[in-house]
């Protein structure tokens, strides 16, 4: 039984051993970390049991929950130090003096009358001089006392104390939290205990406390238990499995129970990965200030789109750290993840995928299936024609490709009722060409086997090949950069390759596709558009709904059509996200650019963006009400010798010069983030990023630094 219960029958899971990396390799390239800190190592069980049950209270979206502490949503007033000090410092001197005044009696004696007015004589004058003394002193000291309060609150003593004595020492101290009640243990699996698999609850909490459990396992029996709490698998099955195999029960087909190294830092238990810190700027709402910001499954959701010139951290800060916490969580059964870039992007480890497509590099072990490995000729057209010719459709919303996926099913449904299959690339090439052979041979196969619907559609497809602007030209035109010496190899169709179709995101698998690196960058990004093209069209029938897709793109460069965005903005109602990356906004039709930062919930501009990038986010972050103070200080002249005397004290506590202050206080309308201050106020290895979740919570525009 696999992590999601279920048998993997296709094969899809297997492979390819990587090549062994020789001396030079090994001299040249430093090992790669076998965990991130914070992940609980092998064999001590204490520091996976001290991850397990480390607090992770609710908080805002995109914080780090992880031994998170809530923050106050408003900033307290924070009084300079200097002023703090100095003002502590007056008022104990007050204090003293008041006191010395009292204590020599300059005031007089009217501060004892309490004393004299609620005890009796014999107290006040009796012979024992012990009681005497507790008496009067007693009743000093709580003079004393009072004073302290006074003077104590006027100088602000308590905040004194809370910023620079024992509780900011206890804050800058790691704390060492307290086991919790077994009740409450997480590492004692109560709910499986509850539900009547206590047997499965005691291996699995023995094998925690010995060190023999990762966080890939525990997310994945956790996985698991949520199918038998659905009803897809039984308590039975669950239950045996882990008597017999412990922490490595319910295993992903590939048998792997981690990725074999990690660039960032992962909580399994909430499903994020950490991206980086908000930075500690006026511009952040003050909750969010110096906190971890990390995105799960819940903002990927809503889809994310990072935007950033060349060299501005998106794959190395954001798309290989996304890609390896989804495969993580593929690996515990809760994704399936398929991640496109050009071949050597730097998209992690081959080890950490199940399927590599490598188009265009002989030694691929897998192929792609170029028809989504669909038998409906109409929507194996539909999906062909947005990847061959996407990008030539009308740009505004309404624009799509329904002439150029009529003229693909005129010759889909033909050839596969023929042949039982679909065209390959070369012949599909001689069909849009109107080849005289092809065509006959297709004609007259037809009219053997009696297929006169289908001979009708070819018919059509013959009389529209004279006719000017028939787009099957253009077909032609696009599918011949497909016909390749380079891919001669790929996209077969007799069955003889292993192709592999999206339609397998049923299943928690991890798959890459390198694209040709250099020589077909046009035909990048046909292949491009197809993954997306199926992608969408795949999320939208899958059965098992509960295990989230997710489409990783390192750069959507002419990938942005009518359709993509249609069905981007459907993938949220399918428990599936994308995550793509622009160098600039112009690589996207300037129609469609309102609608792709419309229909996504999770937005990000990195450092060097552009002033008329900068304006399309501002556009879309909008604005917002803020209280702005007009703040006039006129300079105030002493005159007499007290009143300059005054002034050098005040001089001297607040480091100012004494001034009349004027405030006008008034309500204003101001963006969120200009664009010249996204063009030129974001400092490097930072970006502002929004956020909004599959619940519809969301986050203002947070000034991140993605180095932290």
């Given at each position: ?13 297997a ?11 090994a ?36 914080v780090?929950?992880?031994?998170y ?20 410092v ?9 006191w ?17 007015l ?19 002193y007693?009743y000093?000291t ?15 003593w ?22 919790p ?13 509850a ?17 023999l ?14 199918g038998?709490?659905?009803g ?22 590939s ?5 074999p ?11 994020q ?5 908000t ?9 969010y ?8 499954p819940?903002?990927l959701?809503?889809s ?31 994704a399936a ?14 080890d ?12 691929s ?16 057209a ?7 010719v ?15 996926t ?6 889909l ?10 065209p ?6 001689q069909?849009?060409d109107?080849t ?22 070819l018919?059509?497809?013959e ?21 390749r ?13 292993r ?5 397998a995101l049923?299943?928690?698998?991890r ?13 990048s ?20 709904r ?5 489409l990783?793109l ?6 942005i059509t009518?359709?993509?965005v ?13 995550v ?7 690589d ?8 792709l ?14 002033p ?5 986010f ?13 703040v ?5 002249i ?32 101001r ?15 930072h970006?502002?990023?929004s ?6 919570e ?9 180095r932290?």
């Amino acid at each position: 039984m696999d992590s999601d219960g279920t048998q993997d029958a296709r094969g899809t899971h297997a492979r390819p051993v990587p090549r062994p990396a020789g001396p030079a390799d090994a001299a040249a390239t430093p090992p790669r970390p076998t965990r991130a800190p914070g992940v609980p190592p092998m064999p001590d069980g204490s520091a996976f049991l001290a991850w397990l049950r480390a607090p992770r209270p609710e908080a805002a979206p995109g914080v780090w929950r992880f031994g998170y502490r809530p923050r106050p949503e408003q900033e307290p007033e924070r009084i300079p130090a200097r002023q703090l000090l100095s003002g502590a410092v007056i008022a104990f001197l007050v204090g003293w003096l008041v006191w010395s005044l009292l204590w020599n009696g300059y005031l007089g004696g009217w501060w004892v009358l309490p004393l004299e007015l609620f005890t009796p004589d014999s107290w006040r004058h009796s012979d024992d001089r012990v009681g005497n003394a507790f008496l009067w002193y007693g009743y000093y000291t709580l003079i004393a006392l009072a004073i302290m309060i006074v003077v104590g609150r006027l100088g602000r003593w308590g905040e004194v104390w809370r910023r620079y004595g024992l509780p900011a020492w206890r804050r800058a101290a790691p704390v060492h939290e307290r086991p919790p009640p077994p009740e409450e243990d997480p590492a004692q699996w109560n709910h499986l205990r509850a539900a009547g698999a206590a047997e499965a609850a005691d291996r699995l909490a023995a094998e925690a406390g010995r060190g023999l459990m990762r966080d890939v396992d525990h997310a994945r029996i956790a996985r698991a238990w949520q199918g038998v709490r659905s009803g897809r698998h039984s308590l039975a099955t669950f239950t045996a499995a882990v008597l017999t195999d412990g922490a490595a029960a319910c295993l992903h087909p590939s048998g792997d129970r981690d990725l074999p190294g990690r660039l960032a830092r992962h909580d399994l238990v909430t499903g994020q990965v950490r991206l980086g810190a908000t930075a500690d700027d006026p511009r952040n709402p003050y909750a969010y200030r110096d906190t971890g910001l990390a995105l799960g499954p819940d903002l990927l959701g809503t889809s994310l789109l990072a935007v950033g010139p060349a060299g501005s951290g998106k794959t190395a800060s954001v798309v290989w750290p996304l890609a390896e916490s989804l495969c993580l969580h593929a690996l515990a059964g809760r994704a399936a993840v398929v991640v496109v870039g050009a071949a050597g992007a730097g998209l992690g480890p081959v080890d950490a995928y199940d399927v590599v497509v490598r188009i265009g590099n002989p030694e691929s072990v897998y192929d792609l299936d170029l028809y989504g490995g669909t038998t409906d000729p109409d929507e194996a057209a539909a999906v062909l024609a947005e990847a061959l010719v996407g990008d030539l459709a009308d740009p505004h919303p309404g624009g799509d490709s329904r002439r150029p996926t009529t003229v693909l099913a005129q010759l889909l449904g033909p050839y596969r009722a023929v042949h039982g299959r679909f065209p390959s690339v070369p012949e599909l090439r001689q069909l849009l060409d109107g080849t005289p052979g092809p065509l006959g041979a297709l004609r007259k196969a037809l009219q053997d086997g009696g297929q006169e619907s289908l001979l009708r559609e070819l018919d059509a497809r013959e009389r529209q090949m004279g006719h000017p602007g028939d787009v099957g030209g253009v077909l032609a035109d696009r599918v011949a950069l497909l016909d390749r010496p380079a891919f001669a190899g790929f996209f077969d169709t007799s069955g003889q390759s292993r192709p592999f179709s999206l339609r397998a995101l049923d299943h928690p698998v991890r798959v890459r596709v390198d694209l040709p690196a250099r020589g077909h960058a046009d035909a990048s990004r046909i292949l491009a558009r197809l993954v997306l093209a199926q992608f969408t069209a795949s999320v939208a029938v899958r059965e098992d709904r509960s295990l989230f897709a997710c489409l990783v793109l390192d750069d959507a460069t002419g990938l942005i059509t009518p359709e993509a965005v249609r069905g981007i903005q459907r993938l949220r109602s399918g428990n599936a996200g994308a995550v793509l990356t622009l160098r600039t906004l112009d690589d996207v039709p300037r129609p469609l650019r309102g609608p792709l930062l419309g229909s996504l919930g999770c937005r990000m501009a990195l450092s060097g963006l552009t002033p008329w990038d900068g304006q399309d986010f501002a556009e879309v972050w909008g604005k917002e009400w803020i209280e702005a103070r007009d703040v006039t200080d006129r300079q105030i002249i002493a005159e007499t010798p007290a009143g300059k005397a005054v002034h050098m004290l005040r001089r001297v506590i607040t480091g100012h010069a004494p001034t009349a202050r004027a405030v006008t206080v008034r309500q204003v309308e101001r963006e969120r983030w200009s664009a010249s201050e996204l063009a030129h106020g974001v400092p490097p290895g930072h970006a502002v990023l929004s956020l909004t979740t599959v619940r519809g919570e969301h986050a203002p525009p947070l000034l991140v630094d993605l180095r932290g």
